[in-house]
C-alpha cells in the first residue's frame, strides 16, 4: 500500500529556512528514485529535487539549486529537503513521490498518488 506523508512546512520570512520531511511506505521507498515537488496554486506541479536510492546522484531544478539540499534515510523510509535562502517565489505545497525518468535537469513523477502535501509560506 502505497503511503506518502509530507511534513515540516511552515511560514517563513523571505531568507529564512525549513526542512521538509517525506515518510514512505516500505515499498514505496525501497530501491526507488525520490523526488520532490511543488505547486502553487493555479499553476502546474513542478520538479524541485531528486535523489538515487544510495544517495549518489542528485538533481535539482534550477530554480533552488545552490539553495535546497535533498537527503534520505533509507532505514527510515524518510525523505528530507533542506531548504536554505527562501524566496517568495518558494511558496507552495511541497509533495514527494517516486521519480519514473529524469530528462536533463527535470524528473517526473512515477505514481499518481499523491500524498497531502506540506505549506511552506514565504514573505517578503
Known amino acids: 500500500q502505497e503511503q506518502l506523508v509530507e511534513s515540516g512546512g511552515g511560514s517563513v520570512q523571505a531568507g529564512g529556512s525549513l526542512r521538509l520531511s517525506c515518510e514512505a511506505s516500505?515499498?514505496?521507498?525501497?530501491?526507488?528514485?525520490m523526488g520532490w515537488f511543488r505547486r502553487d496554486p493555479g499553476t502546474e506541479r513542478e520538479f524541485v529535487a531528486a535523489?538515487?536510492?544510495?544517495?549518489?546522484?542528485?538533481i535539482y531544478a534550477d530554480s533552488v539549486k545552490g539553495r535546497f539540499t535533498v537527503s534520505r534515510d533509507n532505514a527510515k523510509n524518510t525523505m528530507f529537503l533542506q531548504m536554505n535562502d527562501l524566496k517568495p517565489e518558494d511558496t507552495a505545497v511541497y509533495y514527494c513521490?517516486?521519480?519514473?525518468?529524469?530528462?536533463?535537469?527535470?524528473?517526473?513523477?512515477?505514481?499518481?498518488?499523491w500524498g497531502q502535501g506540506t505549506q511552506v509560506t514565504v514573505s517578503s
Open positions: 513521490n517516486t521519480v519514473g525518468h529524469c530528462s536533463g535537469y527535470r524528473c517526473f513523477e512515477s505514481s499518481d498518488y
Open positions: 535523489i538515487t536510492w544510495n544517495s549518489g546522484n542528485t
Open positions: 516500505s515499498g514505496t521507498f525501497s530501491n526507488n528514485v
